[in-house]
């Protein structure tokens, strides 16, 4: 059983620039949420996305912005980075009844 | 006020003790809770949910809800060394999961 995937592990990026992100859900998951992770801090909901669409969306600014495919993959984009978007990006997926998230590895993202 | 507290840590207990986390929540109309564990450099891993109040056992987990007083709690039995790591409480607001701040829990032999 497929669990929950991330693509890349690392990645390093000038401020200001742009960044994709990738995850696909664990097999029978049709809903992935994008969390950020501080050091030392909980996760920060972003997004929540279910067929296609954003149905959540935490405080973020509009620089962060997601896509679903049909087969419930997922990217998160972030533009114009900033130092400040440091951190640990996590994909979760669970199905649309709610109950358990299970994350990704999840992607460690540095702003230089 | 945040909306799920947990102390930070960190909470020290020998091996073969019981490890007792807590986490207090604010919203009243929380209906699902859950316990992650993090080890430094990892992505969270879900080691027990719990929707009803009452305890909730698996192996030597046990996960406990007072909704009344809007608080969880994760006990540890039998600690290892490898339960050392930081544990997140969860909780549920329509659909997104709010997270605290984790305790951090070291297991010395």
């Known amino acids: 059983d497929a669990g929950v995937t991330q693509s890349p592990t690392h990645l390093i990026k000038t401020r200001g620039q742009q960044v994709t992100l990738r995850c696909s859900p664990k097999?029978?998951?049709?809903?992935v949420s994008w969390y950020q992770q501080a050091l030392g801090q909980g996760p920060q909901f972003i997004f929540q996305?279910?067929?296609?669409?954003?149905?959540q969306r935490g405080n973020f600014p509009d620089r962060f912005s997601g896509h679903q495919f049909p087969n419930y993959s997922s990217e998160l984009n972030v533009n114009a980075l900033l130092l400040g978007d440091s951190a640990l990006y996590l994909c979760?997926?669970?199905?649309?009844?709610?109950?358990?998230?299970?994350f990704g590895p999840g992607t460690r993202l540095t702003v230089t | 006020q945040k909306e799920v507290e947990q102390n930070s840590g960190p909470l020290s207990v020998p091996e073969g003790a019981i490890a007792s986390l807590n986490c207090t929540y604010s919203d009243r109309g929380s209906q699902s809770f859950f316990w992650y564990r993090q080890y430094s450099g990892k992505s969270p891993e879900l080691i027990m949910s719990i929707y009803s109040n009452g305890d909730k056992e698996d192996g030597r987990f046990t996960a406990q809800l007072n909704k009344a007083s809007q608080y969880v709690s994760l006990l540890i039995r039998d600690s290892q060394p490898s339960d050392s790591a930081t544990y997140l409480c969860?909780?549920?607001?329509?659909?997104?999961?709010?997270f605290g701040t984790g305790t951090r829990l070291q297991v010395f032999p």
């Open positions: 996305y279910y067929e296609e669409e954003e149905r």
């Open positions: 969860a909780v549920t607001g329509t659909d997104k999961l709010i």
């Open positions: 097999s029978g998951h049709d809903t």
């Open positions: 979760a997926s669970d199905t649309r009844q709610g109950g358990e998230q299970y």
